[in-house]
């Protein structure tokens, strides 16, 4: 595993004013990430990808989630959260896919900060310096439009061709001065069935 990682990459950000308006409490976003060797480049087209999962993502997590804490200044800061991959040039997005979408990763982020949401994520295939998003929803009330957020890191020289960046995000609260009401809000004006919202894990 270690010779996978070529650098971790940490980003935060506090907002003081918002709208021309101080926020109640600093709103603080960050994002952690890691630049690593794509296991499965330059080896055509890989069928079965679970021996790499099963070694890789479980450690990718344990390595990434203490950095993501520290940088946003506990778990029990953390409200929101969310997770994203991209995948160089010369790989697949489902090998972006692959190292995310799996419990063995979502977990230890999930039970650091004792969510129960599942993460919000993309995935995609660029070069290096482009935008990663970390979409962040709240890590307990899906439905809580004040936490539908994002997260941004740029990695300038990454991910190479041969690379997969995998980040993960936080959130210390919602947006500042959110005043859009909560999608439940919505599905009960509208008469919709609230008990129908099961999501993934």
């Given at each position: 595993?270690?010779?996978?990682?070529?650098?971790?990459?940490?980003?935060?950000?506090?907002?003081?004013?918002?709208?021309?308006?101080?926020?109640?409490?600093?709103?603080?976003?960050?994002?952690?990430?890691?630049v690593i060797?794509?296991?499965?480049?330059?080896?055509?087209?890989?069928?079965?990808?679970?021996?790499?999962?099963?070694?890789?993502?479980?450690?990718?997590?344990?390595?990434?989630?203490?950095?993501?804490?520290?940088?946003?200044?506990?778990?029990?800061?953390?409200?929101?959260?969310?997770?994203?991959?991209?995948?160089?040039?010369?790989?697949?997005?489902?090998?972006?896919?692959?190292?995310?979408?799996?419990?063995?990763?979502?977990?230890?982020?999930?039970?650091?900060?004792?969510?129960?949401?599942?993460?919000?994520?993309?995935?995609?295939?660029?070069?290096?310096?482009?935008?990663?998003?970390?979409?962040?929803?709240?890590?307990?009330?899906?439905?809580?439009?004040?936490?539908?957020?994002?997260?941004?890191i740029v990695?300038?020289?990454?991910?190479?061709?041969?690379?997969?960046?995998?980040?993960?995000?936080?959130?210390?609260?919602?947006?500042?001065?959110?005043?859009?009401?909560?999608?439940y809000e919505?599905?009960?004006?509208?008469?919709?069935?609230?008990?129908?919202?099961?999501?993934?894990?």
């Open positions: 595993m270690k010779d996978l990682i070529r650098k971790f990459a940490v980003s935060s950000e506090e907002v003081l004013i918002e709208g021309g308006r101080a926020v109640s409490k600093p709103y603080r976003t960050s994002v952690v990430a890691a060797r794509n296991p499965w480049a330059g080896r055509g087209f890989v069928e079965d990808l679970q021996p790499e999962i099963m070694s890789i993502a479980p450690e990718l997590g344990a390595k990434m989630v203490p950095r993501l804490l520290e940088a946003i200044g506990g778990a029990e800061a953390v409200e929101a959260y969310g997770k994203a991959a991209v995948v160089g040039v010369s790989g697949e997005v489902e090998h972006a896919s692959a190292l995310i979408h799996t419990l063995r990763f979502g977990n230890a982020l999930r039970e650091a900060v004792k969510g129960v949401s599942y993460l919000n994520f993309t995935n995609k295939r660029a070069g290096p310096g482009t935008s990663i998003d970390v979409p962040l929803t709240h890590i307990n009330t899906l439905g809580k439009r004040s936490h539908f957020l994002t997260a941004s990695i300038p020289d990454a991910p190479g061709a041969d690379e997969l960046v995998i980040a993960i995000g936080a959130a210390t609260s919602g947006r500042p001065h959110a005043r859009i009401g909560d999608r919505d599905m009960k004006a509208m008469g919709v069935d609230q008990t129908n919202t099961k999501v993934p894990a």
